[in-house]
């Protein structure tokens, strides 16, 4: 009896949050989905009516959507490789004992806790400018002609942007895991005679195989929504509009409210079976 009236005492203090939770997401959502269904255009308010799936089918009947798309995967996909891989080798330099060791971890985090609009920034006018940008003057010193990165090969320009800003959290995932490995593994392995990659590939990339899989299906939530390093690096264009911007301009160029949230749902939508593609890898992976 004491149990049931603990749990329902439990239960009545988290309602409220879990109400008011439920509220902040479900409400936006449903507004969406209102939104989604009318034809309306902000310069003329007056005259949105409802047309069904009329936004749904010229959204992904846009020409510009399977750009969109392409560009979306392209990126997501891109920036998991380089951070993951990244992430398990600079885990690996993290986990070695060095002098200044905790400088060096709070370094390498760094980027993790820079505004998404700030690195952009930096990247566009400090790094990669083509005159006076920290690549042109090793181009330079080199004698070689610097790259107009956001010209010539903006959405490359756009995945090393927001690569430097997940490599830190997959590094910081990747060496949690590193750090839980057995030492006494280490040392029988050590003893044994083990070379360094047979070591790597046998024993430390199984160990931290669940945690690559946390790192992937997380920033693959994440990156299936970057906008702003797109917004202040190249605005957009053929080359690196992906979803998100799609969306943007649809509501802001076009004027379009019905068209923008149609495409908000679609990009939900991917964005959850995504989603449930990677938990259900999770979790077998978790099983085994």
């Keep these: 009896m004491a149990t049931q009236q603990t749990n329902v005492a439990g239960r009545a203090l988290v309602a409220p949050s879990v109400i008011l939770l439920f509220l902040w997401m479900i409400v936006p959502l449903l507004m969406t989905i209102y939104f989604s269904t009318l034809s309306y255009n902000l310069l003329d308010p007056d005259a949105k009516h409802f047309i069904g799936l009329g936004n749904y089918l010229d959204f992904l009947s846009d020409p510009d959507f399977l750009g969109a798309l392409a560009n979306t ?48 920034l930096i990247w566009k006018n400090m790094l990669m400018n083509p005159v006076s940008g920290l690549f042109a003057w090793i181009a330079k010193l080199f004698g070689l002609t610097p790259v107009d990165w956001f010209t010539d090969c903006p959405l490359f320009a756009v995945i090393l942007i927001v690569t430097w800003q997940w490599l830190p959290f997959a590094s910081l995932i990747l060496l949690t895991a590193l750090q839980s490995l057995d030492e006494e593994q280490k040392e029988a392995a050590a003893l044994d005679g083990v070379k360094a990659p047979s070591f790597f590939f046998y024993i430390i990339l199984p160990h931290i195989a669940r945690a690559i899989t946390v790192v992937i299906l997380i920033e693959t939530i994440f990156l299936l929504n970057v906008f702003a390093e797109i917004r202040v690096t190249t605005n957009g264009g053929p080359s690196t509009t992906n979803i998100p911007f799609r969306i943007f301009e649809l509501a802001t160029n076009a004027n379009d409210v019905g068209g923008a949230a149609a495409g908000g749902i679609v990009a939900v939508v991917l964005a959850n079976i995504v989603a449930i593609f990677l938990v259900r890898m999770i979790g077998k992976n978790l099983e085994a």
């Design 73 to 120: 995967l392209i990126l997501v996909v891109s920036v998991l490789v380089l951070s993951v891989v990244g992430g398990i080798f600079v885990a690996l330099l993290m986990d070695q004992q060095i002098y200044g060791q905790n400088i060096v971890r709070v370094m390498v985090l760094a980027p993790f806790f820079v505004m998404p609009t700030v690195s952009g």
